[in-house]
């Protein structure tokens, strides 16, 4: 076996050695390298996250002021409905005087009034200067398309202290269309 190893020449420790050496110093390298670059992700991953974090923060909260707004519109909504319900079934007592000026004789005054929109009914106490006055007020009302019914309760001679008839008193009864009262 001598004979065999005599011809081949013994490795070199030297050379060996920087092999070694090399072989680490690159690994040590590709290490570094590779802990360099994961760190490196890790933090940009962890950037990121608190980037994430932050902006779906700011994204709740504009969502916790859209649904407030939400909400607060749909109260105004409903709100809104409301009055306009309400408006829709307000009574409007104008056009019943502006009704009852028109169609008011110059000889007839009234003394009160009273009413129910609901039922739709008025009732008026009057003064007309005779019976004929009364009679002529009632035909005015029966001729009014708005007014469906017309009802006298009572009609009374006034007499001053000379026992002279100065007016009639009367009272009448008027049945309104119930359309009348709302607004149009």
């Known amino acids: 076996m001598p004979s065999e190893i005599e011809g081949q020449a013994q490795p070199d420790l030297r050379r ?5 050496g090399l072989v680490l110093v690159v690994e040590t390298l590709i290490l570094g390298v590779a802990f360099f670059a ?9 950037e990121e996250g608190i980037r994430l974090s932050e902006q779906q923060a700011k994204l709740t909260a504009e969502i916790r002021v859209k649904e407030q707004t939400i909400k607060d519109a749909v109260l105004w909504n409903k709100q809104l409905v409301s009055a306009s319900q ?3 079934k307000h009574v409007r007592w104008t056009r019943f005087f502006n009704l009852l000026e028109s169609k008011t004789m110059p000889t007839v005054s009234y003394l009160s009034l009273s009413g129910d929109s609901e039922l739709g009914t ?7 200067k005779s019976y004929r006055d009364v009679a002529e007020q009632i035909v005015i009302f029966r001729n009014e398309p708005s007014i469906m019914d017309v009802r006298t309760t009572s009609a009374a001679a006034k007499i001053n202290e000379a026992g002279e008839v100065v007016g009639v008193a ?3 009864v008027l049945k ?6 709302f607004k149009k």
């Open 86 to 88: 309400v408006l829709d």
């Open 16 to 20: 060996r050695v920087i092999v070694l």
């Open 38 to 46: 994961l760190v490196r992700t890790v933090g940009n991953r962890s």
């Open 122 to 128: 008025v009732t008026l106490d009057a003064l007309a």
């Open 170 to 172: 009367f009272n009448v």
């Open 176 to 181: 309104v269309d119930p359309s009348f009262w």
